[in-house]
């Protein structure tokens, strides 16, 4: 695919999945900024990719992400894809501690997971919005999970927050699908990066977690950064609202 002339900001570019999607639409001929709230990860990975920015962003906070769009403004002059894809768990603020059940959640771990994970993607549209329509339009890919679809027990901050990205994203693909913005999501499966690593390969949960997977493993950040790409991508410019699963056939 040729991105070249585009420009794309990712969050939580510095790993994982989108780092994945940064190498991918760099290769592509894109001018790349990530965002992340690892500021060092985020340079060390720009400094790799010819063109790239890095940003530290917190997507919890809304003049982070004024900030965030106004830091790709000056690089770039435009905006062409947004990957708003940081996310978090409750398994790293809980810093260990098993997961609690829904009663016992504490407020501040809600909060902290619904304030990444959907405030935080309210926060960089309302911010990248504006310079997408100043460039004419352009695509939009959101991060949910397949719990977007399902749940498991004692995830009810993670589950919550991934079913409103769906929603949001539908709304948005409604209210600006007229003025040549896209919006989508993809869904992701389980796939090894460090938001996982330290689980799924454990003994007691690997079996159990590849069961449900037709493919018979979990996805690498890559299987999820090509969807990313096509997603943005002028082949899918009749694509809006949907949902597009990488996850190996799991919700099949
Ligand atoms: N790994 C999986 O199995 C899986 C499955 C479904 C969905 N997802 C989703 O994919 C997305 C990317 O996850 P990943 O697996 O690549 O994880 P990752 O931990 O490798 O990468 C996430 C990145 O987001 C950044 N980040 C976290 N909080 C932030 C904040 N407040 N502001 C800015 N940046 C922040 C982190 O620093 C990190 O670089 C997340 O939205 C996650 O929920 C992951």
Request: charged residues 20%; glycine residues 10%.
């Amino acid at each position: 695919m040729d991105y070249r002339g585009k420009a794309v900001l990712i969050t939580g570019g510095a790993s994982g999945i989108g780092a994945a999607a940064a190498r991918l639409f760099a290769a592509a001929g894109a001018s790349v900024a990530i965002a992340d709230r690892n500021g060092e990860a985020a340079s060390a990975l720009a400094q790799e990719l010819p063109g790239a920015i890095a940003c530290t962003v917190d997507v919890m906070n809304p003049d982070d992400c004024l900030a965030m769009v106004d830091a790709v403004r000056k690089a770039f002059g435009r905006l062409d894809c947004a990957f708003n894809n940081a996310g978090i768990t409750e398994v790293a603020p809980l810093k260990g501690a098993p997961l609690p059940e829904t009663h016992e959640l504490p407020l501040d771990i809600w909060r902290q997971v619904l304030g990444v994970d959907l405030d935080g993607v309210f926060h960089c549209l309302r911010a990248e919005l504006p310079l997408l329509l100043e460039s004419g339009g352009g695509a939009i890919v959101n991060t949910t999970s397949l719990q977007a679809h399902i749940s498991y027990p004692r995830t009810a901050a993670y589950t919550a927050a991934k079913h409103g990205v769906l929603g949001l994203t539908k709304t948005i693909a409604k209210e600006y699908g007229g003025r040549a913005i896209r919006c989508n999501a993809v869904s992701p499966g389980v796939v090894d990066t460090p938001l996982t690593n330290q689980v799924i390969h454990q003994p007691e949960y690997k079996d159990m977690l590849l069961a449900p997977i037709p493919i018979g493993r979990f996805a690498q950040p890559e299987d999820v950064a090509k969807a990313v790409v096509w997603l943005c991508s002028e082949d899918a410019a009749y694509i809006n609202g949907a949902v597009l699963a990488a996850d190996g056939g799991y919700l099949a």
